[in-house]
């Protein structure tokens, strides 16, 4: 029998619906897709750090 992460009991569709509408009355409509891009070009940013950071990390083979 698999579980989901509803079964678990961290976030249910009620919990889902409150938090989206908090979200809607604290910024507004309008700011959300703003919101959204910022948190996507910080993800970006990260992975692209994270990324360097691994090839500064590897060993260089022309030895």
């Given at each position: 029998m698999e579980t989901?992460?509803?079964?678990?009991?961290?976030?249910g569709?009620?919990?889902i619906v409150l938090i989206v509408v908090a979200v809607?009355?604290?910024f507004g409509a309008k700011k959300i897709p703003e919101l959204?891009?910022?948190v996507?070009?910080?993800i970006k940013e990260f992975k692209d750090a994270t990324n360097e950071d691994d090839k500064d990390n590897?060993?260089?083979?022309?030895?």
């Open positions: 989901t992460v509803f079964e678990v009991g961290m976030f569709p009620t919990q809607i009355l604290l959204m891009k910022g996507g070009k910080g590897t060993p260089n083979k022309s030895n």
